[in-house]
């Protein structure tokens, strides 16, 4: 079985600011890690995902995630918070395979103050 | 780019009626999945299918059916509509290394 725990419900930064989202994740199989954001009324959108490559991962919007497998940790962050960054962030863990599922956080709200 | 649709971005339907939710994908995709939201439940999985005709049961199927008949196409069905089926409802399909596409999102009121 896997799992993914994001602490907190909610974190709020200034603009400018380190954004940075925690995840943790269990798996009992090398996994597949997912970062999506959802905008207010809106579906979930792919920010990045690691996929057994390499361990530091790049996605849109400047964010990037690091995996960790010593810390079970796939982390989110962002060197620059900007305005347009206030949204929903969900991380996803996958163990591959066909018909596979992902697991999902229960998100994280992310507030950036001006 | 993927693109998944889903058939209204606001319904509102009154308790007992049959509510049909859609979802295409146009990626050719076998996996497709539908999901619900909730505040401070994150997204819960209602059911899935792998195939034409193929469904599974996720976490929360209770009170829903769902229906592939074309491969693009995965329905979603309430057969009673019930208050507590108020949510935000997702479709996803899934692409190469469990990569799965979000549809828009319906938001549904149950009155």
């Known amino acids: 079985a896997q799992s993914v725990t994001q602490l907190g419900s909610h974190v709020s930064v200034s603009e400018g600011a380190l954004v940075l989202l925690r995840c943790n994740y269990s798996?009992?199989?090398?996994?597949?890690l997912f970062w999506y954001v959802q905008y207010p009324n809106q579906g979930l959108q792919l920010l990045l995902k690691?996929?057994?490559?390499?361990?530091l991962v790049k996605g849109i919007n400047g964010f990037e995630a690091e995996f960790k497998k010593s810390e079970t940790s796939f982390h989110l962050t962002k060197p620059s918070a900007h305005m347009s960054d206030a949204a929903e962030y969900f991380c996803a863990v996958s163990a591959g395979g066909a018909n596979s599922k992902l697991t999902f956080g229960k998100g994280i709200t992310l507030s950036v103050r001006p | 780019d993927v693109k998944v649709t889903q058939s209204s971005r606001y319904l509102v339907k009154r308790t007992g009626e049959k509510v049909f939710l859609e979802c295409v994908q146009d990626?050719?995709?076998?996996?497709m999945f539908w999901y619900r939201q909730d505040p401070g439940l994150g997204l819960r999985l209602i059911y899935f299918s792998y195939d034409v005709k193929m469904k599974e049961k996720g976490d929360i199927p209770e009170g829903y059916s769902v229906s592939r008949e074309k491969k693009e196409r995965f329905s979603l069905i309430l057969e009673s509509a019930s208050t507590n089926q108020t949510s935000m409802y997702l479709c996803?399909?899934?692409?190469?290394?469990?990569?799965?596409?979000f549809g828009p999102g319906t938001r549904l009121t149950v009155l």
């Open positions: 990626m050719d995709h076998e996996n």
């Open positions: 996803a399909s899934r692409g190469d290394a469990d990569t799965q596409y």
């Open positions: 690691y996929t057994s490559a390499a361990t």
């Open positions: 798996s009992s199989v090398p996994p597949y």
